[in-house]
């Protein structure tokens, strides 16, 4: 379990090729210290009146689908950066790959992009780990927080209950340690029939966390369905709307 954990929690996917095609002319990439990311960088129809979104993606997430359906659907200036070995990234993905390389998509684009001032992270699945940490060290006006959890730890505890996880971890995403400290307002979205990260872990996030917040339940949804549904769309319009 202590070699495989890596293969058993992150997912690399190629773009889909359609997709890719259809986001080229917001193609983008973002030069690390270790690796150059690749993604897209979707204005909003008027970039400099809209907040400006940095999403980070689930572990087995296509984001270039993601970047479709944010296209048709929200407007604000929307960053989508492919985690490394993810689309067209390099490198390999880890923990602190994924909190180093989100500081840098930061730092990188805050200050050259179009935008109103204010900045979301948007993290879903595993990247709501990377948005908390995100928003632990550098300035964010707000979060939305799809299906997130304590930590991934304690994710992990509940489904191999009989390992000693906290000793074979080397990814614990500790978003919990670290959501006192986070005084912004947040909207936590989740799915009614989550059985990958059951709700419980959302909502001692949410128990801990320092600023505003939002719950929102999906009706009927499951972790992988949550994106589909007219209400999760509904309320990220809301929150961007009110930044």
């Known amino acids: 379990m202590f070699i495989m954990q890596d293969w058993m929690l992150f997912f690399p996917r190629p773009s889909d090729p359609r997709a890719a095609t259809q986001l080229a002319p917001w193609q983008h990439s973002v030069k690390t210290p270790a690796a150059r990311l690749s993604g897209w960088l979707i204005p909003a129809q008027e970039p400099d009146n809209a907040p400006l979104v940095l999403y980070f993606g689930g572990n087995a997430e296509d984001i270039s689908l993601t970047g479709l359906e944010i296209a048709n659907r929200a407007d604000a200036n929307f960053v989508l ?12 993905p880890s923990q ?6 989100a500081l840098s998509i930061y730092d990188s684009l805050v200050d050259s992009t179009p935008h109103n001032g204010k900045v979301v992270v948007f993290g879903r699945s595993l990247g709501s780990g990377v948005g908390v940490y995100l928003g632990s060290r550098r300035k964010i006006d707000a979060a939305v927080l799809v299906t997130p959890y304590d930590s991934i730890r304690n994710v992990a505890q509940r489904h191999f209950p009989w390992l000693p996880v906290s000793l074979l971890l080397r990814h614990s995403f500790d978003s919990i340690a670290l959501a006192s400290s986070l005084d912004i307002p947040a909207l936590f979205l989740v799915a009614e029939l989550d059985q990958v990260v059951p709700t419980e872990h959302a909502q001692r996030l949410l128990d801990r966390w320092a600023g505003s917040k939002r719950w929102v339940t999906i009706k009927g949804a499951s972790h992988n369905s949550i994106g589909w549904e007219t209400e999760f769309w509904t309320a990220v319009e809301k929150l961007l709307e009110s930044i």
Do not use: P, T, V
């Open 96 to 101: 602190s790959a994924l909190f180093n390389d």
């Open 81 to 92: 950066m492919n985690y490394r070995g993810y689309g067209e990234s390099q490198g390999k």
